[in-house]
């Protein structure tokens, strides 16, 4: 697991945000990511089964933006800001963070976060 995927994790988890999982046979489930580790994500779905999920079978994990809160977030995203880490927990990489291209009402996918945080066919997310 990468520091990236660990802090973006955490921020999901801690702040219940609703997220799309897209999983490698294509399939979509929903929910919010209530336990995280180095080799799986529990998803927590309201009125359905919780799900535990390998992360080797996961494709792309994306945050579901409702339209209010979809322009701030990508003004912040723009100007170098992770919502929900405080200065002392943002990544000091010295790189700008990638701005998102989610239009508001959009999903912002976590490949257009943070590049390494999504795997492609040929390697999982560590």
């Known amino acids: 697991m990468t520091g990236q995927e ?3 994790l955490r921020f999901l988890s801690e702040k219940q945000v ?3 999982v897209k999983l490698r046979d294509g399939e979509i489930v929903s929910g919010w990511i ?3 580790d180095e080799g799986m994500i529990r998803l927590t779905r ?3 089964p919780n799900l535990f999920i390998y992360k080797q079978q ?3 994990i994306s945050e579901l ?3 209010d809160e979809g322009r701030r977030r990508n003004a912040l995203r ?3 800001i992770v919502p929900g880490l405080s200065a002392a927990e943002e990544p000091s ?3 700008e963070a990638p701005a998102s291209s989610a239009e508001p009402g959009e999903s912002a996918a976590l490949s257009e976060i943070s590049p390494e945080l999504s795997a492609t066919p040929e390697e999982s997310i560590r």
Request: hydrophobic fraction near 25%; avoid cysteine; proline fraction near 4%.
């Open 18 to 20: 609703p997220v799309n």
């Open 34 to 36: 209530e336990y995280y």
């Open 65 to 67: 933006v409702r339209k």
């Open 46 to 48: 309201e009125g359905k």
């Open 6 to 8: 660990s802090l973006y």
């Open 58 to 60: 996961i494709r792309t």
């Open 78 to 80: 723009k100007a170098g």
């Open 93 to 95: 990489h010295g790189a």
